[in-house]
């Protein structure tokens, strides 16, 4: 997804993807039209059994994500993570079990509906992290510089316009030290004519996907180090990989 180059008719073009991206994930948070699968789903993108055992129905059957991604360990020392592209929140509750009671999780999604149903749906966590929600596009962060611990986030970067914007900011929000771990999507070649002639594909997870090289170069420009990008998984017409790296400065 690249858009026209005229930087007005850009951020109009923006405008309007971003503005049905909300109306389609409105549409998933409030009537229920995810694919059905619930456990099953989690199960064949990769979840381990014993993760998948502990959530609540209302939560996987609104899953949206491309894969595993919540990290399994160093999360003693985190006391704020941030989770880009949050949906509904089946890694926002994995992420509060395994964090420290005194950590806190900020969800940041662009459509507040899928907050709204995050909020009702996670399991209430005493032992766990808080987690609050805001609603926010992770291009432009409502968040000040340097206050993550972690930054994560499940086939959210695809859905951005500008990729290297959503990159930046979130090497912005990260402490120095920080890290990121995503679960998205790349591209081996062209997307297939059935994507790119589909004028709705851009709210889907699917229009924006780009090269590794390119993700790659987004995040080396963003400032980020230890670039990890591996264990592919077949994702519809695309390939969904678990992203590692971290801010060092
Ligand atoms: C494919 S869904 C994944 C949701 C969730 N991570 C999961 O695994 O179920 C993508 C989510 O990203 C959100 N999103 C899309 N563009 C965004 C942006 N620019 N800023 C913040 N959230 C965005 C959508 O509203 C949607 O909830």
New binding site residues.
Partial sequence: MTGPRNSAAQSDWAAQI?GR??Q???R??RGGTFPTGGAQRLLAAGYPADAVDGLLPALMD?????GYAVPESGLENISVAV??????????ALLAQRLPPQARIIA????PA?LERLRTSLPPTPEGALVFAVA????ALPLPDGVADLVT????F????DKAA?FAEAYRVLKPGGHLVA?DLIREGPLPREVLEDPLSDA??LGGVVTQADMEKCLKTAGFSDIRIGDPRPFSYVVSVRLETRRAD
């Fill in positions: 971003k991206i909300r389609r994930y409105t998933l948070a609104a899953y949206s994500g491309c989770e880009l592209g949050a949906g509904a929140g089946v890694d926002t940041v999604d662009l459509t899928m926010g596009d992770m291009e986030a499940n086939a959210a695809t859905l951005c316009t959503a679960r889907t997870s």
